[in-house]
Nanobody, 125 residues
Framework: HVQLQESGPGLVKPSQTLSLTCTVS??????????WSWIRQAPGKGLEWIGV?????????SPFLQSRASISRDTSKNTVTVYLQMNRLKFDDTAIYYC???????????????WGQGTQVTVSP
């Protein structure tokens, strides 16, 4: 049973950089089976896919966010940790940010198999 847990600062000022962490626990074969994405949901809006780091370490991003987002992964110590960094934050970046995983990433956001519980990020002065 694979579990994902996001963590982050909660409150970030405009123009600052957001750093989020997704800690994966459970299945020992997790890293070679899944592609790892970050998805967000702003208040009153639908799910928005941010980007992915694939099991073979390639990264792809939403064209709307690729200039500001960066996803990385750490598999040392027999664990999987996925990171999201987003710079030059704006008020519109206020959202719940989710870590999600699926064997294939080119799907609708709501089709991802595994989800964390999400972490609220508020951009405010």
């Amino acid at each position: 049973h694979v579990q994902l847990q996001e963590s982050g600062p909660g409150l970030v000022k405009p123009s600052q950089t957001l750093s989020l962490t997704c800690t994966v626990s459970g299945d020992s074969i997790t890293d070679t089976y899944y592609d790892w994405s970050w998805i967000r949901q702003a208040p009153g809006k639908g799910l928005e896919w941010i980007g992915v780091i694939t099991r073979d370490w390639r990264t792809y991003y939403s064209p709307f966010l690729q200039s500001r987002a960066s996803i990385s992964r750490d598999t040392s110590k027999n664990t999987v940790t996925v990171y999201l960094q987003m710079n030059r934050l704006k008020f519109d970046d206020t959202a719940i940010y989710y870590c999600a995983a699926n064997p294939l990433w080119r799907i609708r956001p709501d089709e991802f198999a595994l989800w964390g519980q999400g972490t609220q990020v508020t951009v405010s002065p």
